[in-house]
């Protein structure tokens, strides 16, 4: 499928994210301009289809609130109106790493995702409650809450590389006789 069936569109697309199914653009043209645009895309022998949203000031993206604040782009989380609280539960059997984890990784998700101090707070709020839902005790929420509210949002949008470790490899030949029986040598 050729995102760009005209050299006219191609001027106007300003920025292009796609992630897995989803695509997220920023359009220079017109708002009829971007309908043309999509039902050209929409226009294909693969059986693609994309349905969409246009707005001039706010959008959601997965899991993310895009809005017009200033001459910039901020963020907020976003959660369906049919999310559940699909958290872990603290009295699981899961290992005590895992489930302190879970509050730290989230915590920190919700502090990456929200440009905004006050929206950070707000979804910090809902969040803790669910997380009381789920039976976390207060002392690991807060220990959370307050390692994700030391960080600010550019340092958790930064790429972190890892160092490799060295690994040791195998190499053989390949043998395609695997599954085949064994015939040993009869000893007498």
């Known amino acids: ?4 069936p005209s050299a006219t569109f191609k001027d106007q697309v300003r920025n292009w994210y796609r992630y897995i199914d989803d695509v997220f653009f920023i359009w ?42 200033g001459n910039r782009l901020a963020t907020d989380l976003f959660r369906k109106p049919m999310a559940t609280n699909a958290l872990l539960e ?53 220990t959370a809450f307050q390692r994700a509210k030391r960080r600010d949002q550019a340092s958790l949008l930064t790429s972190v590389g890892r160092p490799r470790q060295p690994q040791t490899r195998f190499i053989t030949e390949f043998n395609d006789n695997w599954g085949q029986p064994i015939h040993y040598p009869v000893v007498s």
């Open 90 to 142: 603290f009295n699981s059997f899961h290992p005590w790493h895992t489930k302190v984890g879970v509050p730290t990784g989230q915590f920190l998700r919700i502090r990456r995702n929200c440009t905004l101090d006050q929206d950070f707070l707000t979804q910090a709020r809902e969040l803790t409650d669910r997380f009381r839902q789920k039976s976390y005790p207060k002392r690991v929420v807060s």
């Open 1 to 4: 499928m050729f995102v760009y």
């Open 28 to 69: 220079l043209g017109t708002r009829e301009g971007c309908v043309e645009f999509i039902n050209g895309l929409n226009s294909n022998s693969h059986n693609i289809f994309l349905t969409h949203s246009i707005s001039n000031s706010s959008i959601n993206f997965l899991d993310l609130k895009i809005f017009v604040r």
